[in-house]
């Protein structure tokens, strides 16, 4: 999907945008056109005025480190430390969701104060992807702050996802109606929307919508457990029908 890159010295942008929507896709674009550039390839675009770029630094996606004991939050913060200590002005940087793998409020404060270290110390270009939309609250605290979004339509209730790069900044993440397309039981999506919409309420987050009963046939009590419970179950139930079946015999 084509789109218009327009990012100036020291610039950076906060995209948001919801689940699916090619936020990601977007930043591996100008990332991969930026390197091709420098490369001496021709690169897909009716007009390119790409500047000397250092390094392009990339912090996208999730993974752990087992052999090191290092969680996937973990393994992003060593990434985010590599980027504030190496980036300049001239460098090239994308931060995708920095701070998911936390508590929200940890992930929010420390996303947020990393884009002012990089707006206020590092000047690089930057490109930051982000669900927490709070975050645009910054174009309004520093000048070279703006924000980005992917368009989404409603179409007949439903969102279309347009691939679309515009200025402004999301309202909704989007996602519990990625998870119905995942494939989630409706009766699990149903329940999220419930309390999605209690939270948004600002209710107090400690009382939720009174649950559910659920059907008598359905237990959702841990796997593990419920699996050896059902296993005795069947292995009682056979005993005695092969006591029976002895007796008539």
Known sequence: MPNDTDLVAGEFIVLTGPNMAGKSTYMRQVALIVLMAHAGAPVPADE???????????????????????????????????????????????????????ATFDGMAIAWAVSEFIHDRIQSRTLFATHYHELSELARRRERVRNQTVRVSIRQGRPLFEHRIVDGRAEQSYGIEVARLA??????????????????????????????????????????????RRLEEKKGEGMTGMNEREGKE
């Open 48 to 102: 390119a005025r790409i500047p000397p770029t250092d390094r392009i630094i990339a912090r996208v996606g999730a993974q752990d480190n087992i052999l090191e004991g290092a969680s996937t939050f973990m393994v992003e913060m060593q990434e985010v430390a590599r980027i504030l200590s190496s980036a300049t002005p001239r460098s090239l940087v994308l931060l995708d969701e920095v701070g998911r793998g936390t």
């Open 183 to 228: 494939g989630l039981p409706e009766e699990v999506v149903g329940r999220a929307s419930e309390i999605l919409g209690f939270w948004e309420g600002g209710a107090k987050k400690t009382v939720l919508p009174k649950e559910r009963t659920l059907p008598p046939d359905r237990d959702f009590s841990m796997p593990l457990f419920s699996w050896k």
